[in-house]
């Protein structure tokens, strides 16, 4: 039992490892070669787990073997068009100037229907709407539709604001984020600041609290379902 176990531990750490050496993915968006590493990495740990007779070791290095050759091929696809083109997607244009490419639909294998389906998705119900349909690498369809129905823009209408940045939790569950903390160019002395200003002695006390680059703070105490909102609270 206790063999099982010890087996079943290590192959864990060792398939995480394996996959973070990979790169930040999702599931969706893995690329071919991506595809067939994560598959074979997931056998080999399933043989290194359930047969005892496999040295734990001898099932455990070609899943670093194999991770390190995908790294290495994901270098090379960078570096070098032919390795782009044998084992790289591209993306696949199905409508151009709202006429639909039926060619590039079969080549995908993607059905009419399927098309207006994932249309719908992106909040598009009308064709003659859309001015390109591209079908990215992941598989997933980008839409760009016509310019006169796309939303005015505050630059279309002359309207100047603010550049807030992004929002940062720099709190959660009563603790303090360190990472985001610095990325929105605060300290945790003007975090303590703030939470004073409204009230909260501790942050032990907020279950979340955000703050963007321009200093926009909004606090949600732990068992609160409303938030506490302060406006600009000094960008210095």
């Known amino acids: 039992m206790f063999t099982i176990f010890f087996r079943t531990a290590i192959a864990y750490i060792v398939v995480i490892f ?8 999702e599931i969706g968006e893995l690329q071919l070669p991506e595809l067939v590493t994560m598959l074979l990495i997931s056998e080999l740990a399933a043989y290194a787990v359930a047969d005892d007779n496999i040295p734990l070791l001898y099932a455990l290095i070609p899943v670093v073997v194999l991770a390190a050759l995908e790294v290495v091929v994901s270098f090379l696809v960078t570096k070098f068009n032919i390795m782009r083109r044998l084992v790289g997607e ?4 199905l409508i151009e100037h709202g006429v639909i490419r039926q060619a590039e639909l079969s080549k995908v294998r993607l059905a009419a229907d399927e098309l207006f389906s994932q249309l719908r998705l992106k909040d598009v119900f009308d064709l003659s709407k859309v001015d390109y349909a591209i079908m990215e690498p992941s598989g997933k369809i980008s839409v760009l539709l016509r310019a006169a129905e796309l939303p005015p823009s505050c630059a279309d209408m002359s309207i100047v604001k603010e550049e807030t940045g992004v929002c940062f939790p720099v709190v959660v569950n009563g603790g303090f984020n360190q990472g985001y903390i610095r990325a929105a160019g605060r300290t945790p002395e003007w975090v303590r600041e703030q939470l004073n200003l409204h009230g909260i002695l501790a942050e ?16 949600i105490t732990k068992d609160e379902e ?9 960008a210095s």
């Open 204 to 219: 032990q006390q907020v279950y979340i609290m955000t703050c963007d680059c321009a200093g926009n703070v909004t606090i």
């Open 18 to 25: 394996a996959i973070k050496l990979m790169g930040k993915r």
């Open 90 to 93: 591209t993306a696949s244009i």
């Open 226 to 234: 409303t938030s506490k909102s302060a406006g600009v609270a000094g």
